[in-house]
């Protein structure tokens, strides 16, 4: 289950279902009594900073550039807009042009931004940059036109490929996050969104030193002040939220 009702809010989780047993990435438990008789279990978790859904901080890419402590809790936090852009072709880079005929002025400064397509395709997976991955790149233009719109945070459905190729990659993460704008990678239930405009939240744990963390991401829809009207938006639907 993926959706919740909480009184008049609806809750989406957006997070990756992890199991131990078959995850790819990183990710070990070893659980343990320290009460003898009178049971007191505790955990090691052994895990990789980018298992599952995860949050990437910008010292992820740089020395000098803030970890997850480094940053403030409402860097985490705030106004999520969900596009699909769905009239790109299959491999297109997601450009400026594209960005602004699917956005329009709808992209506010602070506001976390999460990217999709119709060419779904789970991420880090054997079928990676293979004939059946037809996912939209990210480049430096993609990079630059979130630095000019001041988002706080990009994230990415499956219809986005964020592990293309390194000419690509590099000069995405290098300008993002030279400006702090942190990055939700694996995000999942998407299509159980109803309204395009939502509060959202991704705290990761607030450890020194870390590069990024995985995170419990949900969407949180019929907050008023996040909320949005019903507009055309130019790409062959009714959007619900500006």
């Known amino acids: 289950m993926s959706a919740y009702k909480m009184g008049n809010l609806r809750i989406v989780d957006l997070t990756k279902y992890l199991d131990p047993a078959t995850e790819s990435r990183r990710c070990h438990l070893y659980r343990f009594n320290t009460g003898g008789p009178i049971p007191d279990f505790h955990t090691i978790m052994d ?43 299959p491999n297109s880079y997601i450009t400026a042009r594209m960005l602004d005929r699917a956005l329009g002025d709808r992209v506010r400064e602070g506001d976390v931004l999460i990217l999709d397509s119709e060419y779904k395709l789970p991420p880090f997976t054997e079928k990676t940059n293979g ?18 719109h001041k988002v706080k945070c990009v994230g990415f459905g499956d219809g986005v490929s964020i592990e293309n190729c390194n000419e690509d990659v590099k000069p995405f993460h290098d300008i993002c996050m030279a400006e702090n704008i942190t990055f939700l990678e694996v995000l999942k239930n998407l299509e159980e969104l109803k309204e395009e ?32 009207q019903a507009y055309r938006c130019g790409v062959g639907r009714d959007c619900i939220s500006r």
């Not at 010292?59 to 106004?79: I, K, Q």
């Not at 991955?133 to 233009?141: A, I, M, S, T």
Request: glycine share 10%; net charge negative.
């Open 197 to 228: 405009t939502f509060f959202i939240s991704f705290a990761p744990l607030y450890i020194k030193g870390l590069d990024s963390c995985p995170v419990r991401v949900y969407a949180i829809e019929g907050l008023a002040e996040f909320a949005g």
């Open 131 to 148: 004939p059946e991955d037809k996912r939209l790149f990210v480049n430096g233009e993609t990079a630059q036109w979130m630095v000019d």
């Open 47 to 89: 895990l990789t900073s980018h298992l599952g859904t995860h949050c990437e901080c910008p010292y992820h890419h740089d020395d000098n550039w803030p970890d997850v402590s480094g940053l403030p809790l409402t860097s985490f936090m705030g106004r999520g807009i969900y596009c699909v852009l769905e009239d790109a072709g």
